[in-house]
């Protein structure tokens, strides 16, 4: 129970519990009517603009737009407040003075709005002053049980709604997809998420950016999340746990485990944490107790960019994960293949080591050229002579190989011999057998590849890689994936 003060009275009220936050984030991600308060009449680049143009053309929402002035917007009415709006709002998006703030919290709350996103900076990631402010919107939504995201922050995306301040043009956005994203960083969400999502292909069901996050927090869009049937994996970006949140991810992530989750932190080093404390008012976390905890709850730590990319790819696939550490490099360059090598080390991969036996069965089923002249160690290298029928031939028999638990294919398009259709083949070739085991490959991310690629990757059968070190990647993500899972069955035996 908290003391609630207004600038008449003092109240007695709750704090909006956990359960009531997140059954509010459905009018967050899927509102059917919005207001957007802080529109220009007159510079169509304003931030609030952005948005409601945004929504208004491309979004199934309705969308009102709020000035004190009125006035005609788009060819619609803009209102002069919230509680001129002729309809039951789900979602007001508040892109305005910090300091005027509280006032339009006050509005929203005595007209019954569902939730608020705010958007606007100048609050506890400004110092002492700014602190206050952000404590006085907490009161106020803890008295009318409004819900907010932020402040300091850009919101949402959803197939419903757009909150982010970049118009479409802009931003690079994911295909629709099964991934959801928390990101405490707007500008992280955007570049290193979004356009590196978009490039690689992988699609995005629902995205927020949290920013100072004084209500809704990393937990309650875990826990909301962790409902929704159309996602599987949860990405996280972080810059520092509010007191007993880490504690409370690590503890979910150990009872829940139906969705995998993803987690890059920012902040580690001293300087790093400087910087996230006039980022977004984070607070240090001690990395190495943190890391640990996240380990043995299953949850997968990405330690950069290129790692959250790959890992987010080959996860999302759905792929079953390799059961043991023991991988196979499948390579048409012997040079490609020697990196791997050294980078498969780096990355804690096993190369398996394979038997006489099984190096004659892979001999026997490519062409004489490659027999005399390819090698049949670990990695395999198939040469220059190699054709679509010889790779297809050795991964059927990598597959059936009971020593093998996963399977990294290098394929370098330029081999005359190799047709455009090689992805499409090897797609067939691990659908229909029945070991399942994961498979993925490398293949150089140009337009004029795009048919070997989406062959490879028809029915999320085989994630393709830009570069060999996020193929490498790609299946330190599923091992991680597949250790995971043996932590959380012993964790539950206890």
């Known amino acids: 129970m908290v003391f609630f003060f207004s600038l008449t009275k003092i109240k007695f009220v709750s704090k909006l519990n956990e359960t009531e936050i997140i059954q509010s984030l459905d009018s967050i991600f899927k509102p059917k009517n919005m207001a957007i308060v802080g529109v220009s ?41 919230i509680d001129k709006i002729p309809v039951d709002l789900d979602l007001v998006v508040l892109m305005i003075n910090a300091k005027i703030v509280p006032e339009e919290m006050i509005n929203c709350g005595e007209t019954s709005v569902k939730s608020v996103i705010i958007g606007s900076g100048g609050f506890s990631e400004k ?42 043009e802009r ?12 990101s405490q960083s ?45 996602i599987n994996t949860i990405v996280i970006y972080n810059e520092g746990f509010q007191k007993n949140t880490g504690k409370e991810i690590v503890e979910f992530a150990r009872n829940h485990n139906e969705k995998d989750i993803i987690i890059i932190k920012g902040g580690k080093s001293k300087q790093g944490a400087k910087a996230a404390q006039s980022h977004t008012a984070s607070i240090a976390t001690n990395m190495n107790l943190i890391s640990s905890s996240f380990h043995q709850a299953g949850i997968i730590e990405a330690i950069s960019e290129s790692e959250l990319v790959s890992f987010t790819k080959a996860i999302s ?35 398996t080591e394979f038997s006489d036996e099984q190096k004659e069965i892979l001999k026997n089923n490519v062409n004489d050229v490659i027999a005399n002249i390819g090698s049949f160690q670990n990695p395999i290298d198939l040469t220059g002579s190699v054709t679509d029928e010889d790779v297809e031939n050795c991964l059927y028999e990598l597959l059936n190989f009971k020593n093998v638990s996963g399977i990294i294919i290098l394929l370098v398009p330029y081999v005359p011999t190799i047709t455009m259709q090689i992805g499409r083949r090897l797609g067939n070739v691990v659908r229909k057998i029945e070991i399942k085991k994961p498979v993925v490959a490398y293949c150089p991310w140009l337009k004029r590849y795009g048919i070997i690629i989406s062959g490879l990757e028809l029915n999320r059968t085989i994630p393709v890689a830009s570069t060999i070190e996020e193929g490498i990647q790609m299946m330190r993500g599923l091992y991680l994936k597949g250790q995971k899972t043996k932590r959380i069955k012993k964790y539950r035996k206890r």
């Open 171 to 182: 931003l690079a956005t994911p295909p629709p997809g099964n991934v959801a994203v928390i």
């Open 317 to 351: 696939f759905g792929l079953t994960p390799p059961k043991e550490n023991r991988i196979v490099i499948l390579s048409i360059s012997g040079g490609h293949g020697v990196l791997a090598a050294d980078l498969a080390a780096y990355y804690k991969l096993n190369l």
């Open 127 to 168: 110092g002492p002053e700014g602190r206050k402010l952000e404590d006085k919107i907490a009161k106020i939504s803890e008295k009318y049980r409004l819900p907010f995201m932020g402040p300091n922050c850009i919101g949402v995306h959803s197939a419903y709604v757009d909150t982010f301040i970049l118009p479409s």
């Open 186 to 230: 707007g500008g992280f969400l955007i570049d290193q998420i979004f356009s590196k999502f978009h490039e690689r292909e992988i699609g995005i069901n629902a995205a927020a950016n949290i920013g100072n996050k004084k209500m809704i927090n990393e937990i309650t869009l875990l826990k909301y999340f962790n409902t929704e049937e159309n």
């Open 41 to 81: 009449l007159s510079n169509p680049l304003f931030a609030g603009n952005i948005i409601y143009n945004k929504n208004l053309f491309e979004f199934p929402v309705n969308i009102y737009p709020v000035n004190p002035k009125g006035g005609i917007l788009e060819g619609n009415k803009v209102y002069t407040d």
